[in-house]
């Protein structure tokens, strides 16, 4: 004599596994978008870190260094000279977040483009205009 269980009544095979089947759909579903998501909260903290050097430009004694490995000219004024490359971060940071928005779209979406061209676009307006308006302007002669 074989013993059944009530439950087996309740479910039929195939109700169960298109059920399970759903369910891995709209996992892998919620993963993708979960790494997207993810994806973005790392480029905005790197964003955001670009404006906290900003602000801490604000309120520093000494010449805030741009370039790395490389000493700060004397400058004139150095606290108009942080004020000036403090607001030059913080518009760079808001840039670097907003560009970043194209992320929550996918990672083969075309609109990866806009990223990744918009940030060598920025890093080389920042650099120019760093050398050509900031650095001219406050250096000691």
């Given at each position: 004599?074989?013993?059944?269980?009530?439950?087996?009544?309740?479910?039929?095979?195939?109700?169960?596994?298109?059920?399970?089947?759903?369910?891995?759909?709209?996992?892998?579903?919620?993963?993708?978008?979960?790494?997207?998501?993810?994806?973005?909260?790392?480029?905005?903290?790197?964003?955001?870190?670009?404006?906290?050097?900003?602000?801490s430009?604000?309120?520093?004694?000494?010449?805030?260094?741009?370039?790395?490995?490389?000493?700060?000219?004397?400058?004139?004024?150095?606290?108009?000279?942080?004020?000036?490359?403090g607001?030059?971060?913080?518009?760079?940071?808001?840039?670097?977040?907003?560009?970043?928005?194209?992320?929550?779209?996918?990672?083969?979406?075309p609109?990866?483009?806009?990223?990744?061209?918009?940030?060598?676009?920025?890093?080389?307006?920042?650099?120019?205009?760093?050398?050509?308006?900031?650095?001219?302007?406050?250096?000691?002669?």
């Open positions: 004599m074989e013993m059944k269980w009530e439950s087996e009544n309740l479910f039929d095979n195939r109700s169960y596994n298109y059920s399970l089947h759903c369910g891995k759909f709209e996992f892998e579903k919620d993963i993708k978008m979960d790494e997207r998501i993810i994806g973005f909260i790392a480029w905005a903290i790197i964003g955001c870190f670009i404006i906290g050097l900003g602000i430009a604000f309120f520093r004694k000494k010449a805030v260094d741009f370039w790395a490995n490389v000493k700060v000219e004397p400058m004139n004024d150095i606290r108009k000279y942080n004020y000036a490359l607001k030059l971060l913080i518009v760079y940071g808001v840039i670097f977040n907003i560009l970043g928005i194209p992320l929550l779209s996918g990672q083969n979406s609109l990866i483009l806009l990223s990744v061209l918009g940030i060598m676009i920025e890093t080389i307006v920042t650099m120019v205009f760093y050398t050509q308006m900031i650095a001219k302007k406050y250096r000691a002669n």
